[in-house]
């Protein structure tokens, strides 16, 4: 398998550390806010990567991939909102995780095995700061700040391929800090573009977004969190640590420095970084009003998460996304391509069954090329012609239809579920009203959780807990799901 590494700049061939094994490190979201739809693209590209190394019919046969991604749930931003909106930053981070983790289950996405916050590894974060202070990469000020020394490690800028002497005033500082020349360091710093480890409290702060500490009460700089987490549950140097390229400076440069010059070892040994999502061709921003959110791109636009899912995957991931109203409606088009070619009714002759693996081999191919999912995408399309062709001519297509099957779902992670007039639900409602009758589902798509629902109200009903089975159904209805009630048992559809 290839892939593109940020740290060489060239799409080389990659092998894990460890036979059979892969680390992966994600950077999450920092939830002061509602997630947006680029939040989703970043999630889908990984979740993609992560089913497909699984998959035992990829090049390596199948890896046990350990795939951890973050929360930053506490930080300058969640303080700042939490003091607007007149609610604690921890509270108001957890709301946020809850509706995230609602609609990441929405979007069907494979949840990492490990999610750490910051809030809950304060202990593993000052012990990664105190080994950069005693050997001589970081320094505390008089005031309880600590900042790593960038002019220590002579290979600071390696990932992002900057030159720190090129940067200038008016560049976008670390650490959130003013750009400011080098003879006004400013804040006890030595150098301008020291960044902050750890952050002395400030009187206004809540007492909830403090911890003692040997610098005294304080919280954790934004980069530290990372390399203190992906190493304790990845090792100093593993696999693969992916992100946003909006993270590449100076998030991920900073990992980079302060993970190496503690440890004295390689940090990631490859960087994947995807691109961003535009909206009608400019950058989202709530300035410009053009600002999606992922509840707004499931619930008013009612846009499919096999829509959304497919959007992504037909650019590639180092490149933008435009999201566009016709983008999203040929994305819908194709899903529905799909999913008609699965329930296209096989035929029974036997010496026609048919067997396609030409497409199976570039679906492969495409996906070892640097993720090359839209190649991927086209293969799934020619199953699909395939299948429609030799359907016509009573072939028995049950094995093409379950190969399709196989690559769409299993590995690119489709949920193509029958009729999917699941379009036109609320799926994070669906998700929510589970979540409070403690529904276990046998899938993360809308049908699958209607399914798990309506059995959990038949079983209310034979139980006389009536006021359960009425909660549901009112959930339901809330959600655009039409009960009606028959001598075979429930019956359900999409409000129209």
């Given at each position: 398998m290839r892939l593109h590494n940020t740290l060489t700049g060239k799409v080389e061939e990659f092998t894990p550390l460890v036979p059979g094994q892969l680390g992966l490190y994600v950077c999450g979201v920092t939830p002061y806010a509602e997630s947006?739809?680029?939040?989703?693209?970043?999630a889908i590209v990984y979740d993609v990567l992560v089913r497909y190394l699984r998959w035992e019919g990829n090049s390596f046969g199948g890896l046990e991939v350990k795939y951890v991604s973050n929360y930053t749930d506490v930080d300058d931003k969640l303080i700042v909102r939490g003091a607007e909106l007149g609610i604690d930053p921890l509270v108001l981070a957890q709301q946020n995780i809850d509706q995230w983790e609602d609609e990441q289950r929405a979007l069907g996405l494979v949840f990492p095995d490990e999610r750490p916050r910051v809030t809950t590894h304060i202990p593993e974060i000052i012990d990664l700061i105190k080994r950069l202070v005693a050997n001589g990469h970081a320094y505390a000020t008089p005031s309880g700040d600590v900042y790593f020394r960038v002019r220590s490690d002579d290979d600071y800028g390696k990932l992002s391929h900057r030159v720190i002497e090129d940067l200038r005033i008016g560049t976008r500082a670390l650490a959130g800090q003013p750009a400011v020349a080098e003879g006004d360091p400013g804040e006890g710093k030595e150098f301008a573009f020291d960044f902050a480890l750890w952050k002395s409290a400030k009187p206004d702060?809540?007492?909830?977004?403090?911890?003692?500490s040997p610098w005294g009460a304080g919280r954790p700089g934004w980069h530290i969190e990372c390399s203190a987490m992906a190493q304790r549950y990845l090792g100093e140097t593993f696999d693969i640590h992916g992100g946003g390229i909006d993270l590449l400076f100076p998030h991920h440069e900073n990992e980079v420095a302060q993970s190496e010059s503690a440890t004295g070892q390689p940090f990631a040994r490859l960087w994947m970084h995807n691109g961003l999502v535009l909206r009608d061709g400019e950058k989202m921003s709530k300035s410009l009003g053009n600002f999606v959110t992922v509840r707004e791109a499931l619930?008013?636009?009612?846009?499919?998460?096999?829509?959304?899912?497919?959007?992504?995957l037909t650019s590639h991931y180092r490149g933008s996304n435009n999201l566009t109203d016709e983008a999203m409606a040929a994305a819908q088009a194709g899903v529905d391509r799909l999913r008609r070619a699965l329930k296209r009714e096989s035929g029974s002759d036997p010496l026609g069954e048919f067997s396609y693996p030409g497409p199976k081999e570039n679906f492969q191919t495409a996906m070892d090329d640097d993720l090359n999912t839209p190649r991927a995408i086209a293969a799934l399309y020619d199953i699909a012609t395939s299948?429609?062709?030799?359907?016509?001519?009573?072939?028995?297509?049950?094995?093409?239809?379950?190969?399709?099957?196989?690559?769409?779902?299993?590995v690119l992670g489709f949920s193509l579920a029958d009729g999917d007039n699941s379009v036109d639900l609320d799926v994070v409602g669906l998700s929510q009203l589970a979540k409070q009758y403690d529904v276990v589902c046998g899938?993360?798509?809308?049908?699958?959780?209607?399914?798990?629902?309506?059995?959990?109200r038949e079983q209310a009903r034979k139980s006389r807990e009536f006021a359960v089975a009425d909660g549901i159904r009112n959930g339901l209805a809330a959600a655009g799901v039409e009960i009606e009630d028959t001598s075979s048992g429930p019956r359900w559809s999409a409000k129209r």
């Open positions: 947006h739809i680029g939040h989703a693209m970043s702060e809540p007492e909830t977004t403090r911890w003692p619930h008013e636009q009612r846009w499919s998460p096999d829509a959304i899912r497919l959007f992504v299948i429609n062709r030799f359907a016509d001519g009573n072939l028995n297509m049950e094995p093409t239809q379950r190969l399709l099957r196989e690559l769409a779902c299993e899938g993360t798509d809308a049908v699958s959780t209607i399914d798990a629902l309506l059995a959990h």
